[in-house]
């Protein structure tokens, strides 16, 4: 276990992540402080944090490919590992020069996703780093942009929805190819005379319950400033504006919306 305190502040990348891939393509950097992906024609690259959490709040601050990115994504998400695996994505889906990026969230529950929704970003986000956090806790999950948020899925039991609780997560940072569907639904290739493609990652900031396993048992230990969060079921009035503004300006896809995708029903949860 890491003290309240470590868990609570940034993140040297040195102590927090213990898997990196892509041969070299993800590299630590000034000390510990940033984290670097790259992309080639060749592989991709993925850092893997080393505790896992049985809900958490994790703030991190990604600048993005600049220029054209066309067919590749940046990736900010938490997974748990198996075949019937939870997963909550931040995934930024690359462009061509001049248009806005795409971002995409998504939610995998008991293996199946299908959860996604869409938004363009307000700001042009490879000329600095912005803040994303993903919060999940028992009863909601939160998706926040800049500390806006624009995504809340409720743990609606009663409904018989299904929600993300019994399995840990990891974090995750990663950049990749995916031009068979990333720009303007894989229409637009990736220039391979671009690459390598790069995005940057700092000030990890992450929070909550750690799981360990002792002697084949299973547990969590939650953080005494989890607290503040973990009790957390529903957005305060001013956020709930706040994400109301996003969806009704930026979101331009909600599967929730999408009857045609769904004739039988919409998922539970909508």
Not at 60 to 89: C, M, R, W
Not at 98 to 112: K, V
Request: net charge neutral; aromatic share 14%; charged share 20%.
């Amino acid at each position: 276990m890491i003290s309240s305190a470590l868990m609570a502040a940034s993140a040297n990348f040195y102590e927090e992540v213990d898997q990196i891939w892509g041969d070299g393509r993800a590299q630590i950097l000034k000390n510990g402080e940033v984290m670097s992906v790259s992309l080639d024609r060749t592989s991709g690259s993925c850092f893997r944090s080393r505790n896992q959490y049985l809900s958490a709040k994790m703030d991190l601050q990604i600048k993005l490919v600049p220029g054209n990115s066309a067919g590749t994504v940046t990736a900010f998400y938490v997974s748990s590992v198996g075949e019937f695996h939870d997963e909550i994505d931040f995934e930024f889906l690359g462009r061509v020069d001049g248009d806005p990026y795409i971002l995409q969230t998504n939610m995998f529950i008991h293996g199946e996703g299908k959860r996604e929704t869409q938004f363009f970003l307000w700001f042009d986000p490879t000329k600095d780093f912005h803040n994303y956090t993903i919060l999940w806790t028992p009863l909601h999950i939160v998706l926040y942009v800049d500390g806006i948020p624009i995504r809340e899925l409720k743990n609606k039991k009663e409904t018989g929805a299904p929600f993300p609780l019994r399995q840990p997560m990891r974090l995750y940072g990663s950049l990749w190819n995916a031009e068979s569907w990333a720009t303007r639904g894989g229409a637009v290739k990736t220039d391979w005379t671009k690459a390598p493609f790069r995005a940057w990652f700092k000030n990890l900031r992450a929070d909550g319950c750690l799981w360990s396993d002792h002697n084949g048992k299973s547990k969590s230990n939650c953080s005494s400033s989890s607290a503040t969060w973990l009790s957390s079921s529903t957005l305060d009035y001013g956020s709930q504006r706040r994400m109301k503004w996003a969806q009704r300006n930026f979101m331009f896809y909600d599967y929730c919306n999408d009857t045609a995708r769904f004739p039988q029903g919409l998922p539970p949860e909508c």
